[in-house]
């Protein structure tokens, strides 16, 4: 079998899928002659119910563009040349060393196919191609429910620490309300309300830099890298109104803010930044902005408002609790690992030192975290 590689990205192979059959199953890397196939492909997989705008050829090029990763999209085509199954894999080089991983900073991105042999070609090659390239591992982010524990097992372990957090959306707001537990949520935008506290939505520059300065805040406080201010201004340019941002003021002053992005029926509470005052926060600003988001989401037709995911360490559990009490679906994700240089799987061998990279960098300035995230936060994927 011939690996196709970045430098040889017009060459495709043949994999054949047994000696008894006559058929093959193309699979070779995208190429922009794909690029109308892809987006067909992805229109076709909306009712999957897996296709998040992590997929979309907008967030490839985000993702190239200001973490360097290089992106090895992987296509399965049928004998009439029709994209029948994606894999979309970056390439990402650190100080922990090389990998491919589907997709960096997401939840899943994993195999999206029309049929499960064609989910195990694409892994066949994702494998190999893994080999050719001299990663250390693969690490493919499958949904719950999706073609991972057919296809991978037995030789390809999976880890499971993170959840993903999901609330489904009713036409009538006030359906969803009752679901929210009446001790904690919906108390605390009872409290952001009576304190006099409001709300402005809008996906303006202005409402831009309102987030980022309560991001950049939250990042310190949680002694994690940034993502840089042109990564979310260019998501604000490929997204258009699919982005949203709401913030919740406390007398005059922004005090949290959230970045949401829509996506088909789904939003993603994608981001968030608030001023971490004791007393501002008791207030709950966070449940204000989300209960106002939720409601217009209700309005426009959405049907999922998926918080995105943690762990049970985020935090120290904080976020986990966090979500775990606005969603009515919580999901187990497995992240499956092809090791391909003998190495043990990467989520438990730097627990030691990113805490104490945590340490240093909440003890840090604002303006050094500004200045230092862009190159940092590419070496956590």
């Not at 399965?76 to 894999?89: C, F, H, R, S, T």
């Not at 310190?220 to 993502?227: C, E, L, Q, W």
């Not at 966070?286 to 985020?314: M, P, R, S, V």
């Amino acid at each position: 079998m011939t690996i196709v590689t970045q430098n040889t990205v017009a060459q495709k192979y043949s994999l054949e899928k047994g000696k008894d059959e006559q058929k093959k199953s193309s699979i070779c890397l995208f190429e922009e002659k794909d690029k109308d196939a892809y987006q067909q492909f992805l229109g076709e997989m909306i009712l999957d119910g897996r296709v998040t705008f992590e997929y979309t050829l907008e967030w490839k090029e985000i993702i190239q563009k200001h973490f360097r990763f290089t992106p090895y999209y992987l296509l399965g085509k049928d004998d009439n040349g029709k994209i029948v199954g994606v894999l979309p894999l970056f390439k990402a080089v650190s100080i922990f060393g090389k990998r491919f991983v589907s997709t960096p900073y997401a939840i899943f991105t994993g195999i999206l196919a029309n049929d499960e042999e064609t989910a195990k070609e694409l892994l066949l090659f994702a494998k190999r191609l893994a080999r050719e390239q001299q990663v250390d591992f693969l690490e493919l982010r499958e949904k719950p429910a999706s073609y991972g524990p057919s296809i991978y097992f037995p030789d390809i372990p999976s880890v499971n620490h993170v959840f993903n957090f999901s609330l489904h959306l009713s036409a009538d707001h006030q359906e969803v309300w009752k679901k929210l537990p009446k001790g904690s949520v919906r108390w605390g935008i009872t409290k952001a309300k009576k304190s006099g506290m409001t709300v402005q939505s809008g996906n303006t520059t202005s409402d831009l830099d309102t987030f980022y300065h309560l991001f950049l805040r939250t990042r310190k406080i949680r002694g994690v890298p940034a993502y840089p201010y042109d990564y979310f201004k260019d998501i604000l340019h490929s997204f258009g109104d699919n982005v949203r941002i709401y913030t919740s003021f406390f007398q005059g002053k922004a005090v949290a803010s959230i970045f949401l992005i829509y996506h088909n029926k789904e939003v993603r509470y994608a981001f968030a930044g608030a001023v971490h005052q004791p007393e501002i926060m008791a207030l709950q600003p966070y449940h204000l902005a989300l209960w106002q988001a939720i409601t217009d989401a209700c309005e426009k037709g959405y049907t999922l408002f998926n918080f995105g995911g943690a762990t049970l360490q985020t935090n120290d559990g904080g976020l986990y609790e966090f979500k775990k009490k606005w969603a009515d679906t919580i999901e187990e994700v497995p992240y499956y690992y092809f090791i391909n240089k003998g190495k043990k799987i990467p989520a438990h061998e730097q627990n030691l030192l990113l805490k104490i990279a945590s340490w240093v960098w909440a003890r840090l300035p604002v303006s050094l975290i500004k200045l230092l995230s862009p190159i940092v936060i590419r070496q956590f994927v």
